[in-house]
Protein backbone atom coordinates (compact mmCIF):
# COMPACT_ATOMS: atom_id res chain seq x y z
CA UNK A 1 0.00 0.00 0.00
CA UNK A 2 1.29 3.36 -1.10
CA UNK A 3 -0.28 6.73 0.31
CA UNK A 4 0.84 10.15 -0.27
CA UNK A 5 0.45 12.62 2.83
CA UNK A 6 0.52 16.50 2.13
CA UNK A 7 0.03 18.20 5.51
CA UNK A 8 0.33 22.10 6.45
CA UNK A 9 1.40 20.81 10.17
CA UNK A 10 5.34 19.58 9.34
CA UNK A 11 4.11 17.03 12.84
CA UNK A 12 0.63 15.56 11.49
CA UNK A 13 2.12 14.81 8.62
CA UNK A 14 5.36 12.66 10.57
CA UNK A 15 2.72 11.22 12.90
CA UNK A 16 0.79 9.98 9.90
CA UNK A 17 3.52 8.59 7.77
CA UNK A 18 5.25 6.62 11.11
CA UNK A 19 1.87 5.21 11.90
CA UNK A 20 1.32 3.95 8.22
CA UNK A 21 5.15 2.89 8.15
CA UNK A 22 4.23 0.70 11.20
CA UNK A 23 2.02 -1.43 9.08
CA UNK A 24 4.67 -2.10 6.52
CA UNK A 25 2.91 0.79 3.98
CA UNK A 26 4.82 3.37 2.05
CA UNK A 27 3.86 6.65 2.79
CA UNK A 28 5.50 9.53 1.22
CA UNK A 29 5.07 13.52 2.28
CA UNK A 30 4.90 15.69 0.07
CA UNK A 31 5.73 19.64 0.30
CA UNK A 32 2.96 21.73 0.63
CA UNK A 33 3.58 23.56 -2.52
CA UNK A 34 3.85 20.16 -4.40
CA UNK A 35 1.77 20.09 -7.51
CA UNK A 36 -0.11 16.98 -6.72
CA UNK A 37 -1.76 17.10 -9.97
CA UNK A 38 2.25 16.75 -11.41
CA UNK A 39 2.42 13.89 -8.95
CA UNK A 40 -0.48 11.88 -10.20
CA UNK A 41 0.54 12.30 -13.65
CA UNK A 42 3.74 10.39 -12.92
CA UNK A 43 2.23 7.96 -11.11
CA UNK A 44 -0.09 6.83 -14.06
CA UNK A 45 2.88 6.99 -16.84
CA UNK A 46 5.10 4.85 -13.88
CA UNK A 47 1.90 2.63 -13.19
CA UNK A 48 2.70 3.78 -9.56
CA UNK A 49 -0.54 5.51 -8.60
CA UNK A 50 -1.00 6.03 -4.66
CA UNK A 51 -3.61 3.89 -2.81
CA UNK A 52 -4.76 6.54 -1.10
CA UNK A 53 -4.08 10.44 -0.10
CA UNK A 54 -4.21 12.03 2.99
CA UNK A 55 -5.03 15.98 2.52
CA UNK A 56 -4.78 18.26 4.96
CA UNK A 57 -8.23 20.80 4.51
CA UNK A 58 -6.36 24.25 5.46
CA UNK A 59 -3.37 23.83 2.53
CA UNK A 60 -4.03 27.47 1.33
CA UNK A 61 -3.33 26.61 -2.06
CA UNK A 62 -5.33 23.45 -2.38
CA UNK A 63 -9.13 23.17 -2.48
CA UNK A 64 -10.08 20.14 -1.01
CA UNK A 65 -13.44 20.33 -3.56
CA UNK A 66 -11.44 20.73 -6.33
CA UNK A 67 -8.36 18.20 -5.77
CA UNK A 68 -11.66 15.50 -5.10
CA UNK A 69 -13.62 16.58 -8.32
CA UNK A 70 -9.96 16.35 -10.53
CA UNK A 71 -9.58 12.60 -9.20
CA UNK A 72 -12.95 11.29 -10.43
CA UNK A 73 -12.25 12.43 -13.73
CA UNK A 74 -8.99 10.38 -13.91
CA UNK A 75 -8.99 6.58 -15.04
CA UNK A 76 -7.70 5.28 -12.10
CA UNK A 77 -9.62 6.50 -9.06
CA UNK A 78 -7.69 7.27 -6.20
CA UNK A 79 -9.75 7.73 -2.66
CA UNK A 80 -8.70 10.36 -0.32
CA UNK A 81 -9.10 11.32 3.06
CA UNK A 82 -9.45 14.71 4.29
CA UNK A 83 -7.13 15.74 7.75
CA UNK A 84 -8.50 18.54 9.61
CA UNK A 85 -6.66 21.22 11.76
CA UNK A 86 -8.75 20.37 14.35
CA UNK A 87 -8.96 18.17 17.34
CA UNK A 88 -11.62 15.69 18.07
CA UNK A 89 -13.28 17.73 20.68
CA UNK A 90 -13.80 20.42 18.26
CA UNK A 91 -14.46 19.00 15.40
CA UNK A 92 -18.41 18.25 14.34
CA UNK A 93 -20.15 15.92 12.41
CA UNK A 94 -21.42 18.82 10.22
CA UNK A 95 -17.97 19.42 9.17
CA UNK A 96 -17.41 16.27 8.13
CA UNK A 97 -20.53 15.71 6.53
CA UNK A 98 -19.41 18.74 4.46
CA UNK A 99 -16.13 17.31 3.13
CA UNK A 100 -17.92 14.22 2.07
CA UNK A 101 -19.97 16.11 -0.09
CA UNK A 102 -16.87 17.69 -1.44
CA UNK A 103 -15.45 13.75 -2.06
CA UNK A 104 -13.62 13.10 0.76
CA UNK A 105 -13.83 9.78 2.20
CA UNK A 106 -13.92 10.87 5.56
CA UNK A 107 -12.39 13.92 7.33
CA UNK A 108 -10.52 12.95 10.14
CA UNK A 109 -9.38 15.11 13.33
CA UNK A 110 -5.93 16.67 14.32
CA UNK A 111 -3.68 14.07 16.70
CA UNK A 112 -2.72 15.46 20.28
CA UNK A 113 -1.47 14.60 23.47
CA UNK A 114 -4.42 13.13 24.73
CA UNK A 115 -5.89 11.44 21.84
CA UNK A 116 -3.09 10.02 20.06
CA UNK A 117 -3.77 6.34 21.19
CA UNK A 118 -7.70 6.16 19.95
CA UNK A 119 -7.58 8.50 16.94
CA UNK A 120 -4.41 6.59 15.88
CA UNK A 121 -5.77 3.54 16.19
CA UNK A 122 -9.54 4.73 14.32
CA UNK A 123 -7.33 6.62 11.72
CA UNK A 124 -4.55 3.59 10.69
CA UNK A 125 -8.22 1.78 10.70
CA UNK A 126 -9.86 3.73 8.40
CA UNK A 127 -6.98 3.94 5.68
CA UNK A 128 -6.85 0.45 5.95
CA UNK A 129 -11.03 0.19 5.11
CA UNK A 130 -10.71 2.68 2.38
CA UNK A 131 -8.34 1.19 0.31
CA UNK A 132 -9.85 -2.27 0.36
CA UNK A 133 -10.01 -3.82 3.66
CA UNK A 134 -6.41 -4.14 4.75
CA UNK A 135 -5.30 -6.07 7.80
CA UNK A 136 -3.94 -3.83 10.51
CA UNK A 137 -0.52 -4.91 12.95
CA UNK A 138 -2.26 -4.03 16.19
CA UNK A 139 1.26 -4.88 17.87
CA UNK A 140 3.14 -3.24 15.74
CA UNK A 141 0.62 -0.02 16.04
CA UNK A 142 0.60 -0.05 19.60
CA UNK A 143 4.54 0.22 20.05
CA UNK A 144 4.22 3.23 17.64
CA UNK A 145 1.90 4.91 19.14
CA UNK A 146 3.62 4.25 22.54
CA UNK A 147 6.99 6.02 20.78
CA UNK A 148 4.29 9.29 19.23
CA UNK A 149 3.31 9.70 23.19
CA UNK A 150 6.76 10.08 24.09
CA UNK A 151 7.30 12.45 21.78
CA UNK A 152 4.44 14.69 22.88
CA UNK A 153 5.26 14.29 26.88
CA UNK A 154 8.76 15.16 25.74
CA UNK A 155 7.53 18.46 24.05
CA UNK A 156 5.15 19.63 26.87
CA UNK A 157 8.27 18.72 29.67
CA UNK A 158 10.14 22.28 30.92
CA UNK A 159 13.81 21.57 30.01
CA UNK A 160 16.39 21.76 33.04
CA UNK A 161 18.82 24.79 33.03
CA UNK A 162 22.26 24.50 33.50
CA UNK A 163 22.20 24.02 37.15
CA UNK A 164 19.51 21.97 37.26
CA UNK A 165 20.09 18.27 37.49
CA UNK A 166 17.98 16.15 35.01
CA UNK A 167 17.32 12.85 35.40
CA UNK A 168 14.65 10.27 34.30
CA UNK A 169 11.25 8.66 35.57
CA UNK A 170 9.15 5.73 34.49
CA UNK A 171 5.52 5.50 34.19
CA UNK A 172 2.94 2.95 32.96
CA UNK A 173 0.31 3.36 30.79
CA UNK A 174 -3.12 0.92 30.49
CA UNK A 175 -4.12 0.93 27.33
CA UNK A 176 -6.64 -1.80 26.04
CA UNK A 177 -5.47 -4.32 28.97
CA UNK A 178 -2.19 -3.76 27.94
CA UNK A 179 0.38 -1.60 29.71
CA UNK A 180 3.19 0.11 28.73
CA UNK A 181 6.17 1.49 30.35
CA UNK A 182 7.08 5.00 29.29
CA UNK A 183 10.27 7.45 30.83
CA UNK A 184 9.19 10.46 31.49
CA UNK A 185 12.08 13.10 32.18
CA UNK A 186 12.01 15.41 35.78
CA UNK A 187 11.72 17.96 36.80
CA UNK A 188 15.50 19.96 37.55
CA UNK A 189 16.53 20.01 41.38
CA UNK A 190 15.50 23.19 43.26
CA UNK A 191 18.47 25.05 43.53
CA UNK A 192 18.97 26.58 47.34
CA UNK A 193 20.82 30.22 46.15
CA UNK A 194 23.57 29.19 48.82
CA UNK A 195 26.99 29.56 47.76
CA UNK A 196 29.71 27.99 49.51
CA UNK A 197 33.44 29.94 50.57
CA UNK A 198 35.71 28.09 52.29
CA UNK A 199 33.84 25.30 53.58
CA UNK A 200 30.76 27.40 54.36
CA UNK A 201 27.78 28.02 53.02
CA UNK A 202 26.03 31.78 52.91
Known amino acids: MNAFILHSSPRQARIWQKLLQSQNWSAAILQQETDLRQQIFVGEAENKLPDVILLADNIP ?17 VPLIALSALSHQELTATQRQLAKAKGAQELL ?78 MPMPKTGKRRYRGQEY
Open 61 to 77: NIKLAAVCDWLTTRDQK
Open 109 to 186: PAFSAATIAIEAIKGVKRVATTVGGLEVQNSALMSCIVALQNEFVEDTTPAADNEGILGKTTITRKFRGQEYAVELPE
